[in-house]
């Protein structure tokens, strides 16, 4: 590597220098601890890792605006809870049904549609709404030291993917511009496709069945299904990625974790343990135990956001 | 590019010259046809299509040798169809109970370990058993026209990808050194894996629960599932692979689909419209009626084999 700072956002400290010797030892050749360039697999969680996640997940968000967008033609709703909360503007009582309703909510208006109409809706949406406390599109509400940790090390030969209990078809329609990280390295939770040959060509249709929810004990079955390699590296903010951490840590070569910890109310946000969204309790527990990296957001990164 | 034949095991011809001109068109900068390297997803089917598949899926062969080495172990096969056929080495009697008794033999053969002591299995039986007809491994009856094919490809700014009725899993053993192409680039037919946390670490074991038969019409679910991105060439060679070309020639811009047409009983097999293994039928008909190309084994390809 050269003198060039890789990575300017990050403070120097505890985790910087991990993530710089993680690397400098993979890609030495002829060092005990190289790894070879197909084996270079980096795993990121996103809500909370990659971009913010409060005060709820901005997919949910997008699901909420949908709700109110098609609740003309499901009058239905109007008397049906988690739907009736969200037309009168109740987030506080939507949220209150906890993560059964989002669920609901996030399968109401993310089926019954084409893969291409989804996510005609999903760009749209990114390319318009803004967050209600930043007044930002969510889209830059991303975190500059993780985009560049991002680009370090795809520039170290590793193949960055996004592991994520959002959406994969709602983050596929931003991480490639977001992110640099192309579509077929995004998996998160999916709903079933139904292909169909219509009049005018086949369509694939999102059906309200999920397949998948990626998050928890399902994160590492879900790297194997999609990546089928094992990462090297792993990034995560919540209890949901306690176990990709442990898979990934888990194997016989080097390895690296790292939790980024949101401890800055200034700049972003302060929660943990105790947080409804994004709980970092057990993970936290475990980082401390094993000597996993854990980045203090407020400490660590001189910016948060590239608008900073 | 440059004057070197690219595919010199094709003979010259109408599928070669269709090959040269659709790659020519989508990486012509400037040019009408022209298509971003990062759009350029190519999928190929595995069975028939990169390698050969007579007289049964060579996963097949590997599910019977798995069946003798576990009925030891299981005394109740004796007495319990397909696994007494397979006992009794009568393949006949096996063949006979179609697709659902080749599953079982596949569940039974392909659960109850985990995904890493699965691994070391497939490859040990790939580096190891010889078909029945060549006497070579397995993985060296692959084409080696499709080969250069892949090479090609990839060289003109392809990504290529497997998508197969295969096990997932069964192909990872042996496509980056048969074809070049990664895990994370192999789709297929997979189980359910469940994360378990042992006394010794994190395993993911492998269930008996089918996830997904990636056959026909879940083809191109499982491609949008893994990869996000309708490809623009694709390569199958029976009505398995036909809603995977309806779904690649149903885009937007320039697309190719091309048939592998098992017509050489010499050097190969031939067959096609009523074999119980790679039928092909209704493709045909349609890669008629569509001007879609398809490659003639006996005419088109110089070799068949690398070590012919």
Redesign the interface.
């Known amino acids: 590597m050269t003198n060039i700072d890789a990575l300017p956002s990050w403070n120097d400290g505890a985790a910087k220098t991990a993530i710089l010797d993680f690397v400098s030892r993979v890609t030495n050749e002829g060092g005990q601890d190289y790894v070879a360039p197909?084996k270079r697999?980096a795993t990121f969680d996103n809500d909370g890792t990659l971009w913010s996640e409060q005060p709820y997940y901005f997919q949910v968000d997008f699901a909420l605006d949908q709700i109110k967008a098609l609740a003309p033609q499901h009058p239905e709703w109007s008397d049906k809870e988690p739907f009736k909360s969200v037309i009168s503007g109740d987030i506080k009582a939507v949220l209150s049904g906890g993560l059964p309703a989002l669920v609901e909510l996030v399968i109401a208006t993310h089926s019954g549609m084409t893969?291409e109409e989804f996510d005609v809706l999903a760009r749209e949406w990114l390319a318009s709404k803004r967050h209600s406390k930043t007044n930002r599109l969510f889209t830059e509400m991303v975190f500059q030291p993780m985009l560049e940790l991002l680009t370090y090390l795809r520039a170290s030969g590793f193949?960055t993917f996004i592991v994520s209990g959002g959406g994969?078809?709602f983050m596929?329609a931003f991480a490639?511009i977001a992110y640099g990280v192309?579509?077929?390295?995004?998996i998160g939770s999916?709903g079933?496709?139904?292909?169909e040959?219509r009049a005018d060509?086949?369509v694939?249709t999102k059906l309200s069945e999920i397949?998948v929810i990626d998050d928890n004990?399902?994160k590492?079955?879900v790297i194997?299904?999609?990546?089928?390699?094992r990462p090297i590296a792993s990034f995560g903010n919540s209890d949901g990625d306690l176990?990709m951490l442990?898979?990934t840590t888990?194997g016989n070569g080097p390895s690296f974790a790292m939790l980024v910890h949101h401890t800055d109310d200034a700049r972003e946000w302060a929660y943990d343990r105790t947080s409804p969204i994004g709980q970092l309790d057990k993970a936290l527990d475990e980082a401390s135990a094993r000597g996993w990296t854990v980045a203090d957001m407020r400490k660590d990164w001189r910016r948060i956001f590239p608008f900073d």
């Open positions: 197909e697999i893969t193949k994969i078809e596929r490639e192309p579509p077929e390295q995004v999916s079933k496709l139904k292909f040959m060509g086949p694939l397949a004990v399902e590492p079955t194997q299904n999609h990546i089928g390699r176990q442990q898979w888990a």
